[in-house]
């Protein structure tokens, strides 16, 4: 993303103060993780990495001023080889002469807030995980079902929104309809949501778009929800086998994060909206540690062994 985007509405309370390299304000901020260059200062620059937002407060300014001027100069000619995109001062403290020549000789734009380092941090921080991790879009619908968020994929007309729909009437809620957004934040963490334009929008065939928080209250409606399950809805094929005891677990990779799937038929007369709220409290139920399959598997096992056990021996 550009050094520009940092001076937009997102992050008007940090109200940045442009003091150098106006011209270079298209350079490009490529890393989400923000860096504060204090060892980089004392002479230690393994770990400056391009292309990261470089923070310099209260602790960095108070080191450079204990500095020889000839060796301050020298350090911080060092740093600004490193392809820095964008200085950032904060806590309203001037910009040591230094720093101020470097950025213009670097052509890096230098900005200057008044926010404590740690807020400025936090928020820019934020704001660049938003517009810098990984991203997909998938056809399907997002729902928070018991905490757990589900994603109902399938070809179109197979059910998915309608099977969504009957779910929300049941008091579950509504993330995303039709096109749902991902990303993919450093945590590994899978976090789900509708784009603006479609944000509680759900389309019924024969009916056509219904806003569902209009409908059914704010409760119906989830900003954004991490993914937990996934379940593929496709048609009853005759013959195919299908899980019958969920002892074999599948994944579904999204963004390279293998997340728990579950392929699940559709024929005439099955409620589909009980079987994926089913799903979604069996998942709940195995991450506090009971599985169903698993524990009937061992009973049968202990079964059977009694019963050997019990045979009387020829």
Same mark, same amino acid.
């Given at each position: 993303?550009?050094?520009?985007?940092?001076?937009?509405?997102?992050?008007?309370?940090?109200?940045?103060? %442009?003091?150098?390299?106006?011209?270079? %304000?298209?350079?490009?901020?490529?890393?989400?993780?923000?860096?504060?260059?204090?060892?980089?200062?004392?002479?230690? #620059?393994?770990?400056?990495?391009?292309?990261?937002?470089?923070?310099?407060? @209260?602790?960095?300014?108070?080191?450079?001023? $204990?500095?020889?001027?000839?060796? *301050?100069?020298?350090?911080?000619?060092?740093?600004?080889?490193?392809?820095?995109?964008?200085?950032?001062? /904060?806590?309203?403290?001037?910009?040591?002469?230094?720093?101020?020549? @470097?950025?213009?000789?670097?052509?890096?734009?230098?900005?200057?807030?008044?926010?404590?380092? !740690?807020?400025?941090?936090?928020?820019?921080?934020? =704001?660049? @995980?938003?517009?810098?991790?990984?991203?997909?879009?998938?056809?399907?619908?997002l729902l928070d079902i018991f905490g757990?968020?589900? #994603?109902?994929?399938?070809?179109?007309?197979?059910?998915?929104?309608?099977?969504?729909?009957?779910?929300?009437?049941?008091?579950?809620?509504?993330?995303?309809?039709?096109?749902? $957004?991902?990303?993919?934040?450093?945590?590994?963490?899978?976090?789900g949501f509708a784009e603006e334009p %479609?944000?509680? #929008?759900?389309? +019924?065939?024969?009916?056509?778009?219904?806003?569902?928080?209009?409908?059914?209250?704010?409760?119906?409606? *989830?900003?954004?929800?991490?993914?937990?399950?996934?379940?593929?809805?496709?048609?009853?094929?005759?013959? *195919?086998?299908?899980? *019958?005891?969920?002892?074999?677990?599948? /994944?579904?990779?999204?963004?390279?994060?293998?997340?728990?799937?579950?392929?699940?038929?559709?024929? %005439?007369?099955?409620? +589909? !909206?009980?079987?994926? @709220?089913?799903?979604?409290?069996?998942?709940?139920l195995k991450q506090l540690g009971r599985?169903?399959?698993?524990? =009937?598997? &061992?009973?049968?096992?202990? &079964?059977?062994?009694?019963?050997?056990?019990?045979?009387?021996?020829?």
């Open positions: 993303m550009r050094v520009a985007e940092l001076l937009g509405d997102d992050l008007s309370d940090l109200a940045f103060e %442009l003091l150098a390299g106006g011209d270079r %304000l298209e350079n490009r901020i490529t890393n989400p993780r923000v860096q504060k260059p204090g060892l980089a200062f004392a002479g230690y #620059l393994s770990y400056i990495r391009p292309g990261r937002v470089q923070i310099v407060g @209260e602790s960095e300014v108070g080191y450079l001023a $204990t500095l020889d001027p000839a060796v *301050r100069a020298e350090r911080c000619a060092l740093i600004f080889r490193l392809a820095i995109p964008v200085v950032v001062m /904060t806590k309203g403290f001037p910009p040591p002469l230094e720093i101020r020549e @470097e950025c213009v000789r670097h052509s890096v734009p230098l900005l200057a807030t008044r926010a404590l380092s !740690s807020h400025a941090i936090k928020r820019i921080s934020y =704001f660049l @995980e938003e517009h810098l991790v990984p991203s997909t879009h998938v056809h399907g619908v757990i968020g589900v #994603l109902l994929v399938g070809g179109s007309g197979v059910g998915k929104s309608e099977s969504a729909l009957d779910l929300i009437t049941r008091g579950h809620s509504l993330v995303a309809d039709d096109c749902v $957004t991902i990303k993919r934040y450093p945590d590994g963490n899978l976090v %479609l944000k509680h #929008l759900m389309e +019924l065939r024969g009916i056509g778009i219904v806003n569902v928080k209009d409908l059914f209250g704010l409760a119906a409606v *989830r900003e954004r929800k991490s993914i937990d399950l996934v379940i593929e809805l496709e048609p009853w094929v005759e013959g *195919r086998a299908y899980e *019958r005891l969920g002892i074999d677990e599948s /994944t579904h990779a999204i963004l390279e994060i293998p997340v728990p799937f579950i392929r699940m038929p559709v024929a %005439l007369g099955r409620n +589909l !909206s009980i079987l994926v @709220e089913i799903a979604a409290r069996n998942h709940l599985h169903s399959a698993k524990e =009937f598997a &061992q009973k049968m096992e202990e &079964q059977l062994e009694r019963n050997r056990r019990a045979r009387p021996p020829h």
